[in-house]
C-alpha cells in the first residue's frame, strides 16, 4: 500500500493561484494512477482531476478544465495540481488518491475504488 501526505493549502482571494503537491511513500508509485479529489461539508467527494501511471493522460471536472493542471513526477514520489483562476466554489478540503493500475478502469472518477488516500488539505477561496 502506498502512503500520501498532502502539502499547499491555504487562504487565497479569487483570482489568486495555489500549487498542491501531494508525496508517496511505500508501494511503486509508477503503479498507480493518481487523482485529486475535494469535498466540502455536507457533500460527497468530488472528482476534480487525473493522471494515468505514466503521466501521458490526464482528464478534469468539467468546472476545473482550463483553470487546474495534475502533473506528477515519478522519480519524486510526487504528483501536483496547478490551481489558478481560482473562484469561492473551489473551497473545500482536497485529497490527493491512488489507484492501483492493474485491474483499474481509466480514468476512475469514482472515490470508492481508489486505494489509498492522503489527509487532506484546506483550500479557501475567499470573494
Known amino acids: 500500500q502506498v502512503q500520501l501526505v498532502e502539502s499547499g493549502g491555504g487562504l487565497v482571494q479569487a483570482g489568486g493561484a495555489l500549487r498542491l503537491s501531494c508525496v508517496a511513500s511505500?508501494?511503486?508509485?509508477?503503479?498507480?494512477?493518481m487523482g485529486w479529489f475535494r469535498q466540502v461539508p455536507g457533500k460527497e467527494r468530488e472528482f476534480v482531476a487525473a493522471?494515468?501511471?505514466?503521466?501521458?493522460?490526464?482528464d478534469y471536472a468539467d468546472s476545473v478544465k482550463g483553470r487546474f493542471t495534475i502533473d506528477r513526477d515519478n522519480a519524486e514520489n510526487k504528483v501536483s495540481l496547478q490551481m489558478n483562476t481560482l473562484k469561492p466554489e473551489d473551497t473545500a478540503v482536497y485529497y490527493c488518491?491512488?489507484?492501483?493500475?492493474?485491474?483499474?478502469?481509466?480514468?476512475?472518477?469514482?472515490?470508492?475504488?481508489?486505494?489509498?488516500w492522503g489527509q487532506g488539505t484546506q483550500v479557501t477561496v475567499s470573494s
Open positions: 493522471i494515468s501511471w505514466s503521466g501521458r493522460e490526464t
Open positions: 488518491a491512488a489507484d492501483w493500475m492493474y485491474g483499474s478502469i481509466w480514468p476512475e472518477y469514482s472515490w470508492v475504488n481508489y486505494d489509498a
Open positions: 511505500g508501494r511503486t508509485f509508477s503503479s498507480y494512477h
